[in-house]
């Protein structure tokens, strides 16, 4: 049993590990669909205020260039297609949901979202490496065009591959919007060992969103040990998606409650919350988490 199933059968959280391994995402698209999935796009606009910040401060010194992000559980690379091109979440619903694409194998398919997605690359798009434990899904974002690269490596349970070391060597941003808890802090410090690697020296920023109920805390502390200081975004919370059924509710209540959560508003109206957390070097912290990100909220 993987530690991801292992989760689910502890919690009760609902599995849908199947549409993380099928050949392109259009399952993916209608399964969580159903349960309003939006954390892709909140990830969207809080990853875009933080790239802009790092192209303002030059890449720690480091002059123009494209910006490089390491997407941990990127599945089909759907953060990456946010973040790159001129679309929405709402937009890719529609595009995999639409009737035009339901008779396309899923190589027709990869080939008809290489050619949508670049006539919709946005200006100064960062380059994407995508990292996720699901062959299937790298593999399509790499033959649809949304990764630059990808990997299909489980670094809960494997040193990181030196090819993937090198991809991500440098890179300005690690970026999860729905890993945490699936991947623990053996996994970051991984990823912090070859992103550092490189000549440059460069520390990436790390962004991460974290169900409410998840700890972070053993992340922050391995992130600690790379000059790494972590902030969480105290003023605001983000829904990520409705709960699948009863099951799911009453089990994260009676977390948060352990935890002394207060859920009123939240996920007591039948919503899962993540909150947000930013890593960066002490001496690229001055300017407060709330202010940075005070165009995405």
């Known amino acids: 049993m993987s530690k991801r199933e292992a989760l689910h059968q502890k919690s009760g959280k609902a599995n849908f590990e199947l549409v993380y391994g099928l050949e392109d995402p259009r399952e993916y698209f209608r399964t969580l669909g159903q349960f309003d999935y939006c954390i892709p796009q909140h990830g969207q606009r809080v990853f875009s205020s933080l790239i802009e910040a790092r192209c303002e401060e030059g890449h720690n010194g480091h002059g123009e260039r494209q910006t490089g992000v390491v997407d941990v559980c990127c599945s089909y690379g759907i953060n990456a297609t946010l973040l790159k091109h001129e679309t929405t979440l709402d937009g890719l619903y529609a595009r995999y949901g639409s009737e035009e694409l339901v008779g396309l194998s899923s190589e027709e398919l990869a080939g008809a979202d290489a050619a949508f997605y670049k006539e919709r ?94 700890s972070y805390e053993e992340v922050s502390e391995v992130l600690s040990g790379y000059g790494l200081v972590t902030e969480k975004l105290s003023s605001h919370t983000f829904t990520q998606r409705r709960f699948a059924d009863a099951l799911e509710r009453e089990y994260v209540l009676e977390e948060l409650a352990k935890m002394g959560v207060e859920t009123a508003g939240k996920e007591d109206e039948g919503w899962y919350h993540a909150d947000f957390y930013l890593s960066r070097p002490a001496d690229e912290a001055e300017t407060p988490i709330q202010t940075l990100l005070e165009p995405a909220l």
Request: glycine fraction near 12%; proline fraction near 4%; charge should be negative.
């Open 121 to 214: 690359t946005r200006q100064a798009a960062p380059k994407v490496v995508g990292l996720d434990v699901s062959s299937n899904a790298v593999s399509y974002g790499i033959r649809s065009g949304v990764l630059d690269a990808g990997f299909a490596e489980n670094l809960e349970e494997n040193e990181p591959t030196q090819t993937l070391g090198q991809a991500i060597s440098g890179a300005d941003l690690l970026t999860v919007t729905g890993g945490v808890g699936y991947i623990t802090e053996r996994t970051f410090g991984r990823l912090l060992d070859c992103m550092t690697d490189g000549p440059e020296g460069r520390i990436p920023w790390v962004a991460a969103f974290a169900l409410r109920w998840v």
